[in-house]
Nanobody
Framework: QEQLVESGGGLVQPGGSLRLSCAAS????????MSWYRQAPGKERELVAA????????NYADSVKGRFTISRDNAKNTVALQMNSLNSEDTAVYYC???????????WGRGTQVTVSS
């Protein structure tokens, strides 16, 4: 069964860091572009960061550029999001998503809560 499971969320003080991880199983991870999305209360889900299936290209939302870094390990079927200099506007549920690089197939995790508060 295809599955994406996020981990690493939690409560962090402003200016702090967190590293989210997403473990994939049940599908060929290495042919899926991977992304992190987030959804804050009362707001629409937004793309935070994305990485191509080969890991050779990334893109970021303007709001996180220079603070967040997405990476993947195709040998371990994982994708990570390193988040630095966190602020209250980063508070949200963070979701991992995978999309086949050519086929219309997409998977989503259940999300992990990130709360930035003093």
């Amino acid at each position: 069964q295809e599955q994406l499971v996020e981990s690493g969320g939690g409560l962090v003080q402003p200016g702090g860091s967190l590293r989210l991880s997403c473990a994939a199983s049940g599908f060929v991870f290495s042919v899926y572009d991977m992304s992190w999305y987030r959804q804050a209360p009362g707001k629409e889900r937004e793309l935070v960061a994305a990485i191509t299936y080969a890991g050779n290209s990334t893109n970021y939302a303007d709001s996180v550029k220079g603070r967040f870094t997405i990476s993947r390990d195709n040998a371990k079927n994982t994708v990570a999001l390193q988040m630095n200099s966190l602020n209250s506007e980063d508070t949200a549920v963070y979701y991992c998503s995978g999309r086949h690089f050519v086929r219309p197939i997409e998977y989503w995790g259940r999300g992990t809560q990130v709360t930035v508060s003093s």
